[in-house]
């Protein structure tokens, strides 16, 4: 997700098997949920977690962000 120098709030419970991305700005994680995917934030962006989140096996967070 791309949201130039600002802010996404994604409010819903996530449970993510694939991979979530941040171009740029940050991406705030508010709903709570639980991933076995992929994190990742490029550099200058953020993915930010505010609230229950459960990594499971095979949940990576790379990225220069």
Do not use: C, W
């Not at 995917?37 to 989140?53: C, Q």
Request: proline share 2%; glycine share 22%; no cysteine.
């Amino acid at each position: 997700k791309s949201v130039g120098g600002g802010q996404v709030s994604f409010n819903a419970a996530l449970a993510n098997t694939g991979t979530i991305s941040a171009t740029s700005g940050e991406l705030a994680m508010t709903g709570g949920g639980v991933s076995s995917g992929l994190f990742s934030a490029a550099a200058g962006a953020a993915i930010g977690v505010r609230s229950d989140f459960y990594l499971t096996d095979g949940a990576s967070i790379p990225g220069d962000g």
